[in-house]
């Protein structure tokens, strides 16, 4: 899989992140640690340099992602040394970009800035009203900066130097994007996965307890009888769940439910009432309301979100191609132990969240030695 520059800024707003830009770059914050030990340049390169004070940085930036304040770790532990390892080649092809944009005059406009951050506060906005935020926009947006440690003009400032990093890959790529024929392959390849939601059976029960299968019955007759099935299940169930909501279980797929339940379910035909059916929960009745046939959407609604996605993954594998041959050009250099290269394959502690664990045997076990906890 290529690597792509990461996000630099990005707010949390309940479990939604919002993506401000695409580049990463130096926390506002002042660097941790003296000026002296800050000032140590762990990486140059012809045209620029990293610093130690932005490598903390940033290690306090991944740090905190998970919200504000959160205290990254220190300096010489493994966890450290693996986020180093991390961000170093990440800052030292931001810089680069930089410094391109600095030798050919790319630069970004107040008007661009601006437009920018109202970017930033609409995408907000859109996240919390699609979490059920009662918030208009612009509270969304305080709330967002507050709540990553930021203030607007710390923002402001961050899009300012990070902004001209994005012109430069809008500049060495262009407008490379996938063809038609890219589109629709990669829609016949995702069709089943992506774009097709199975059919849902929306139903609801009276659950019973194991022993009561005659009074399962009894209840089932009375429905029958024209007795009201939302009544009788708030009267009787034993799932709290749904007897409040008169035994509502809303639409179901296939395989989400036990497997005596989703064979009865899926073999009833719309206004059956089906049972006792027993499961290892106790006994059932339960009432079909309404099959949601599978549905498909087809390649016109979704052809402009998959040209958009390839056209992102063709441009960042394009950029960081572009990157390569500037390190090369530039004769990147490390300091010792900060060369990506010299990087043991396994630093001792688990990858960061979202990356897979690196390949390899394992280490056969110490006989007569317990396995490590979880």
Known sequence: MMQRFPVRVRYA???AVVTALFV???????P???VDSGAQKVATFDGGEVTQGQVDEQVETIAGAEGAGAEAPEPGTPQYEQLQAQVVPQLVDTEIAKAYAEENGITVSDEEVEEELDEIRAQVGEQAAASGEDVN???AFQQALEQAGF????LREDIQENLPVQKVQEEVVGDAGPTDEDVEEYYEENREAQYTTPEQRCARHILFPPDAEGEAEDVQQEIEDGGDFAALAEENSQDPGSAEQGGDLGCLGEGETAPEFDEALFGAEEGDLVGPVETEFGFHLIELNEIQPEEEQPLEDVAPEIEQQLAQQEQGEAFQGWLEEEREERNV???EGYDPEDQPEDPGVAPPEGQPEPEGEPEPEP???PEPEE
């Open 13 to 15: 707003l309940g479990l």
């Open 24 to 30: 990463v770059g130096c926390s506002p914050a002042e």
């Open 32 to 34: 941790s640690g003296s």
């Open 137 to 139: 926009e612009e509270e």
């Open 151 to 154: 203030t607007e003009e710390q």
């Open 333 to 335: 250099e490390y300091l």
């Open 367 to 369: 006989e007569g030695e």
